[in-house]
C-alpha cells in the first residue's frame, strides 16, 4: 500500500513538472511513464555493447554506476519515425542524479549508454494534432488519424505535408511545450546531436559531417525548420550553441530546407519552454513571425564588433580560472 501511493505521489510530480513546462497533460500521459526499482536500468541498459560477465550478466561496475536509477524518476520516449514504431531510445530524469566523475557536475539524464542517440518526436493527442493543422493551414481529413498507429499517424502525417513548418529544440519538454502551443516539434538530447561527423579511433575527422536519420527524414520537401535552442549568457555555451546552430542549419539548407533562427531575450526566458510559461503562447508566434533567416542570423554574428561584459575584475593580475 505504502509503495502504490509513493508512487502515486512521485507520478504527480513528474506531471506538475512538465505542467510547469506548458505541456498538456494528455500529451504528458502518453510520452512520460514514472518509473523506479529495477525498471529504469530495463529501460537504459539494454545495448549489446555493454560491459558483461561471462554469463551474460551486466558487469559489477556498469550496474553500480547506474545503481541510483533504482530511487526513482521519470522516462520519456517518443516515436521511431524511421519504423514508425514506438521508440526504445529515450531519456530517465532520475530522482537523484549521479555527479560526473570527471567534472563533478551533477547527470540530469541518462541516456541508453553504447547506443547511437535519436530524436524526441512525441506521440501527439488528436486535439493538438488538430491545433496544429489548423495554425499550419493544413485541413486535417477524417482518414489521416489510424488508430493502429502508436502515434495516430501523427508523424507520417507531417512528412507527407512539408509545408507543415517544424521547430528543432533540445530538450524533451520543450518539444511537449512547443507541440502544446500548436507546432510541429521535435527535440534533440543535445544542442551536437542533430548530425554525426565519421572519425577514426584517435578521434580525428575522417567524412563530412552529416543529418542524423530521423532528422533527414523529416528535413524534405523545402520545409521551413525553425531552430530553437537556449538562448544562454554564458561566453563558452553561446559559442557552442552557435556552432551547432551554424553546422545543423547548413545541413538542413543542403536538404533545401528553409531554416529561420528563434530569438529573444534570455530575461523572457532561458528556454523555450520558459519563455511560453512567462510570456505566453502569443509571444512564441511573434518570435516565430520574425525569427531570423540563417544566412541572416550568420551574417549578424560574423558582423559583431562588440560583446557584453561578463565580468569585472579589480586585480593587477587575472586570476587564474
Partial sequence: MVSWLVQDQRQMNHLEEWRQSCVDEQLIRLNVTPLMGDAPAQHLLYAEALSRRNDGRLSDGLLQRYAHVANGGWWCSGIDVLSGETDLWGCFKPDRPRQNPDNRKVIKYEHPPKVQTGIFALRVPLHLWERIAEKAAVPLTETDPDLDQPDLGFWQWLMTHPTVPLIITEGAKKAGALLTAGYA?????????????????????????????????????????????DQDTKPKTVQQVNQAIQRLGFLLSQQRCCVKILQWDPQEGKGVDDLIAHQGSTYLDHCVDNALPLEIWKAQRLNRLTYDQGLDVNARYLPPI
Fill in 185 to 229: 516539434a521535435i527535440a534533440l538530447p543535445g544542442v551536437h546531436n542533430g548530425y554525426r561527423t565519421p572519425r577514426n579511433g584517435a578521434g580525428q575527422r575522417i567524412g563530412k559531417s552529416q543529418l542524423i536519420p530521423a532528422l533527414a527524414k523529416l528535413a524534405h520537401g523545402q520545409r521551413h525548420i525553425f531552430i530553437a535552442f
